[in-house]
């Protein structure tokens, strides 16, 4: 069974930073590109990154204009997301998927930017 258990989300002001994590069991991480994507209240899922299953090869909403950073660590089998200078739109629910498969995510976690 996919398992994948995110991390490391909670309040932060605005220009903080917060490293998210997304422990994965159940299936061969090492063969699988992850993808990370959000959701904020009201709102649909937006795909955020993508990395693939080396971890060699990243790609980001171009919006996000540099802030965030994804990485893995195969031996551990997780995935990792590195948030910057957050901004108050980024507020919302952090998931990490399988296969950037938008249905296979684990229950997610809460970022909230606010001062």
């Known amino acids: 069974e996919v398992q994948l258990v995110e991390s490391g989300g909670g309040l932060v002001q605005p220009g903080g930073s917060l490293r998210l994590s997304c422990a994965a069991s159940?299936?061969?991480?090492?063969?699988?590109?992850m993808c990370w994507i959000r959701q904020a209240a009201g709102k649909g899922f937006e795909w955020v990154s993508g990395?693939?299953?080396?971890?060699?090869?990243?790609n980001y909403l171009t919006s996000l204009k540099g802030r965030f950073t994804s990485s893995r660590d195969n031996a551990k089998n997780t995935l990792y997301l590195q948030l910057n200078s957050l901004q108050t739109e980024d507020t919302a629910m952090y998931y990490c998927t399988k296969d950037c498969n938008f249905g296979v995510r684990g229950q997610g976690t809460q970022v909230t930017v606010s001062s």
């Open positions: 159940g299936f061969i991480f090492s063969s699988s590109a």
């Open positions: 990395i693939n299953s080396d971890g060699r090869s990243t």
